[in-house]
């Protein structure tokens, strides 16, 4: 009885100091997601040591994006963060490790946009900016324009202080042979069929989502084009509303895929649309998207949303999509389908 009753007590006990104690304010959500782009990616094509070799480096992706947020930082630097660890490793189609077009040479586009403002900056056909998401920023932040391409991009580039390198500092010797492959399989001029860009000959565009604190959205993508594009040739990576789009409350896109029918189909604010007007959860919105819009018209890819409340979804119609996560509970890298 006695004992029965010191229990009592130091439960009530328990009780009262708990009730006593304010609860801690919940921690607002962050989120990055990232991807390196979609394609034939299958079990198959990646020996088990280059697997690792991009889960690690999605991974070292992820965390710096996350670092960022992490310390309260905004998420159009944590965008910033991720992709320029993917500029840097030829794993990817963007910066080092771009892919050639038919001439032999690298011309590289990249965007982003501030969810918060609707401000955005792009650069398309770039050729030195060692880092075009940095110079795409630029374009955002240090002018009056959304979008510079070819020599002019360059050019601003230069003059923000940003880092030049020549061409074939881009060059790989796993994008020469996918090149030589590419040519070889394309008949004629190059230049008739439509989709013979669609194969082997792509995958690798990397981009970015985040969510910060302050509830701030942002979206950034990076890449070297399609393997074989004729000279001149912008996809959907550079283009606001088809590679990247991102407003705060509704979500943060960015693309990967056929740019021709990202660009066709305004396929990332197509996405946000559904979200803004008809009230779907990034999930179904980005789903009708992908599987049914972009299947329809024959275009592949896929696509990383981040939701305003934190929500994540990464759907692609392709075999695989090298992609990633990061939350303040869930982590995670993937690079098949299911
Ligand atoms: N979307 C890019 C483009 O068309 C390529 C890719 O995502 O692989 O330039």
Redesign the pocket.
Known sequence: MKRLLTGLLLATAGLTAQAATPAAPAKKPIAIAIHG???TISRANLSPEQEKAYHAKLQEALDAGYAVLDKGGRALDAVQAAILVMESSPLF?AGLGAVYNWDGEHEL?ASIMDGKTLNAGAVAGVKHVKHPILAAYKVMTDSPHVMLAGDGADAFAREEGLEMVDNHYFDTEFRKKALDKAKKAIQGTGYQARNY?AGDY????VGAVALDEDGNLAAA?S????TA?RYG?????PVIGA?TYAENGVCAVS??????Y?IRLNIAADICARVRYLHKSVKEAADEVIHGRLQKLGGT?GVIVLGADGSITQPFNTEGMYRGFKTRTQNQTLLYGN
Do not use: C, P, Q, V
């Open positions: 782009g979609a394609g189609n586009d860009l792509k995958y690798g565009t993508t890449t070297g084009g399609m594009k040739r912008i996809g959907d990576s590679g693309a990967t895929g056929h740019g021709e990202f890819g």
